[in-house]
């Protein structure tokens, strides 16, 4: 019998987790279907429960629903507890697993693709949503001397690094942290001296309001500092055109969303991901919406 994995969501039309994940399953020649199901937040109770019968192995779970699908699973893991979202969710025999997997996509995509180990090194953070929660995590977890969370609400990146403290603290780790407002005349002094920028807002993202505008003007950035923009389509981004430009190294989204959903791939079906299939089935399918 065909055994599904769902993506839910709302909108999906613009995921392209479809693709990179059937084409992980049938390079195995798994008898697996990936099916995106737009789902609106009265629905999620109900979809998150049909993941019990036996039909299926899992889910993948996206905005709007990560953090409200942490409180419908039966078992949720440390690193989801930790962010607060889950984003992966993993059927035994009926009951509900629930993972983050943006955690280790965003080191893997870090390490492996951008070759940039945060351990010891002085962090900012543009954005302080649900994204920033998994990188904020992420950040403190692997040693990062500094985190600063900047964000237009600054109330919110207060929030979030209120939680992060909890975790520092849990873990035994020193990560110094800091929010503070998103306003212009601030940004030089800001980044003076910081080792890493990740803009986890969606400025700069397709078909959205702010589609042509980079959260950082080229002269704020530090050539020795290394921009990670999360935002994957496009695949160069006004934020990552302005660090090209003033020296910095980048590195795109797309690369955490394949390795988060590789490690998604790798719980649902005990099997290594195929990375280079996933990575070129997910390039075919932004090609294929225009970017
Ligand atoms: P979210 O929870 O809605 O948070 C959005 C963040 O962007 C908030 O901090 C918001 O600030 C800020 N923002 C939005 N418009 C802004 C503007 N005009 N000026 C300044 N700040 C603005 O969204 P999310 O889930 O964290 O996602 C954020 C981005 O990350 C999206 O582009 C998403 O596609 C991307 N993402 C990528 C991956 C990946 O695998 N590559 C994974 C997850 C997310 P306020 O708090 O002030 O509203």
Request: hydrophobic letters at 45%.
């Amino acid at each position: 019998m065909t055994k599904r994995i769902v993506l839910l969501g709302y909108p999906l039309r613009h995921s392209i987790s479809s693709a990179f994940q059937q084409a992980a399953l049938d390079f195995y020649h798994l008898d697996i279907r990936y099916e995106a199901r737009e789902r609106e937040p009265a629905q999620l109770r109900s979809a998150v429960e049909e993941l019990r019968s036996p039909d299926y192995l899992g889910a993948n779970i996206t905005i709007p629903h990560k953090e409200s699908a942490l409180r419908l699973v039966d078992d949720a893991d440390e690193t989801s507890m930790g962010v607060g979202a889950v984003n992966t969710i993993v059927c035994r025999s009926g009951r509900l697993g629930g993972c983050n997997t943006d955690v280790e996509g965003f080191l893997q995509a870090l390490r492996l693709e951008g070759g940039f180990e945060p351990g010891g090194k002085r962090a900012l953070l543009l954005g302080a949503g649900g994204a920033a929660r998994a990188v904020a995590y992420a950040l403190v977890k692997s040693g990062a001397a500094s985190l600063m969370v900047a964000n237009r609400t600054v109330e919110r990146a207060t929030a979030l690094l209120a939680a992060m403290e909890k975790v520092a603290a849990a873990g035994g780790v020193r990560t110094e942290m800091v929010a503070v407002p998103w306003e212009k005349r601030e940004r030089r002094k800001l980044l003076e001296g910081c080792h890493l920028i990740v803009n986890c807002t969606s400025m700069g993202m397709r078909h959205s309001p702010e589609e042509a505008r980079s959260p950082l003007e080229e002269a704020a950035i530090p050539h020795d500092a290394f921009v990670y923009d999360l935002v994957y389509n496009p695949a160069e981004t006004p934020l990552l055109r302005a660090a090209m430009r003033a020296g910095a190294r980048t590195l795109g989204g797309l690369a955490m969303l394949v390795h988060q959903g590789a490690r998604a791939f790798e719980l649902w079906t005990g099997r290594e991901a195929p990375l280079g299939v996933m990575f070129a089935a997910a390039r075919r399918a932004l090609a294929e919406r225009g970017v």
